[in-house]
């Protein structure tokens, strides 16, 4: 079955800098668009970037400019590079695969933006 697992959450200061990572097995990595939500406490959880399964990707206009997400096939992961961090950054990070017509997630990991 398709499995994520996020890592590389933490407390950071404003303007400092996190990578997450999302480990992916049970799917042809390959093939699939992946994608990074993140849900503040009290708000729904939202879309933030997504790379195409060729290497385009998008951004929420909230993080464009400051965060990137890339991926590897080979060791079948994907990045969220995050820069410039803010405290409206605070949020769990949650990866993201859609296949056919089913959404997976990972247990998300919490990222927490503080001086």
């Known amino acids: 079955q398709v499995q994520l697992v996020e890592s590389g959450g933490g407390l950071v200061q404003p303007g400092g800098s996190l990578r997450l990572s999302c480990a992916a097995s049970?799917?042809?990595?390959?093939?699939?668009?992946m994608n990074w939500y993140r849900q503040a406490p009290g708000k729904e959880r939202d879309l933030v970037a997504t790379?195409?399964?060729?290497?385009?990707?998008n951004y929420a206009d909230s993080v464009k400019g400051r965060f990137t997400i890339s991926r590897d096939n080979a060791k079948t992961t994907v990045y969220l590079q995050m820069n410039s961090l803010k405290p409206e950054d605070t949020a769990v990070y949650y990866c993201?695969?859609?296949?056919?017509?089913?959404?997976?997630w990972g247990q998300g990991t919490q990222v927490t933006v503080s001086s």
């Open positions: 993201n695969v859609k296949i056919g017509g089913n959404s997976y």
């Open positions: 790379i195409a399964r060729w290497g385009d990707t």
């Open positions: 049970g799917l042809t990595f390959s093939l699939y668009a």
